[in-house]
């Protein structure tokens, strides 16, 4: 008789919390649904005052992939954002619909959602496409796209910390087809960042007793880390505020600020959600192995000691993970004849803080219209 009652009051119990998830979930989609007509309605106004606002399936290199195409006066430069990752579209992918107007007050921006991220993934893509020299080549099929399909040649490429990767290839093998470029949290040598890294957590953690952290930086072999170990210092950088900055007066940056797009863009589906945050993230950053290794093994320092163009370094002093100190050495090092400006934010690791925004937007603003 006793068990009859527990398993009924457990059926009941049961029975609340599907209908709470469901009613959450019904709020959760009224919420998505409203958002979105109302970014739909910005969208709309955008275009009626002289603008543009629109999404672009393409076929670059043999695989469908995903552009937002935004700007307040079309008749303005065209802007290319790579978004970090591999495999993390955010913030500047294709969800990111009228989520910056201080951007697009001042250009055309083209917020592209890379191979194997965000809508740009398909289960169906290669490993074998997984690799620096085809995104470069992506990319650079974007932009001969936007100076055929928009008759622009005026283009500057902005990258962050992934991004920085590719847009630093790209702008050393086709400078004249850029204005200007600007990388955000640069990644330079990988590798070197790791030594760097390893000595600053170990001085980190023997300054307040943290044997376990050193009890994990001894079972390291000497780098580059790779796979588990990889993650695991990855993980270590994070937990000494190497990416995410704060302190009394610092407040951590919400890296849901970062993602939040996605939930509410027109532009995703529901299944879009899904490729953005776990199969894009998968297959990018777990099953391509050789596209992590060859990241790693980056060193800009060997392999582009010239840039043609204007360029300008926008790096976190606390960043750890895509090392600020080894960013300076490389802008220092740089041979850049048309101009360089490196601009160090003082609020922030790798993840830009909020107190550094006017700094950046302020940077972004005076190269458009320096070039």
């Known amino acids: 008789m006793k068990n009859k009652k527990w398993v009924h009051h457990l059926m009941k119990i049961s029975l609340y919390a599907l209908i709470f998830l469901i009613i959450l979930t019904l709020i959760l989609l009224s919420y998505r649904f409203i958002v979105q007509q109302q970014i739909k309605q910005q969208s709309a106004t955008i275009i009626e005052n002289g603008g543009i606002s629109e999404l672009k399936e393409i ?8 552009l937002l195409v935004e700007g307040q006066d079309r008749e303005k430069p065209f802007c290319l954002f790579l978004h970090g990752g ?16 201080e951007i697009t007050e001042h250009c055309v921006a083209v917020f592209y959602d890379q191979r194997g991220s965000g809508k740009s993934y398909n289960k169906n893509l290669s490993l074998n496409t997984m690799n620096l020299a085809q995104f470069t080549e992506d990319a650079n099929s974007i932009v001969d796209f936007i100076r055929v399909h ?9 990258g962050q910390s992934f991004g920085t990767v590719i847009g630093t290839h790209l702008i050393a093998q086709y400078p004249e087809k850029f ?3 600007l990388g955000i949290s640069q990644l330079t040598n990988p590798t ?19 044997e376990k952290t050193l009890s994990i930086l001894e079972s390291f072999a000497k ?28 407040e951590k940056v919400n890296l849901f600020n970062l993602i939040k797009g996605a939930f509410t863009s027109p532009d995703y589906s529901l299944r879009d959600i899904y490729k953005a945050f776990i199969s894009g993230p998968q297959f990018s950053v777990i099953k391509s192995k050789e596209l992590k290794k060859e990241i790693i093994l980056t060193n800009f320092f060997e392999t ?22 080894l960013s300076k050495q490389y802008y220092e090092m740089l041979d850049a004849p048309n101009g360089k400006e490196f601009i160090t934010l003082q609020h922030s690791a790798h993840y830009p803080n909020k107190l550094d925004v006017t700094l950046i937007n302020d940077t972004f603003k005076k190269m458009l219209e320096k070039y």
């Open 59 to 66: 076929t670059v290199n043999g695989d469908k992939q995903f």
């Open 223 to 250: 780098e580059p880390y790779f796979k588990e170990d990889e993650d695991q210092f990855s993980d270590l950088i994070h937990q000494y505020k190497g990416m995410n900055y704060f302190d009394d007066t610092i």
């Open 150 to 158: 928009y008759k622009q040649e005026k283009i500057f490429i902005i």
């Open 86 to 101: 591999p495999g993390s579209p955010f913030p500047y992918g294709v969800s990111a619909r009228t989520l910056f107007p």
């Open 304 to 325: 582009v000691k010239t840039i043609d163009i204007p360029v300008y370094i926008i790096h976190g002093k606390y960043d750890k993970q895509a090392n600020y100190e």
């Open 192 to 210: 070197k960042g790791q030594r760097l890294g390893y000595n600053w957590i170990k001085k980190e953690a023997q300054a307040i007793d943290d």
């Open 179 to 181: 204005r200007a470029y």
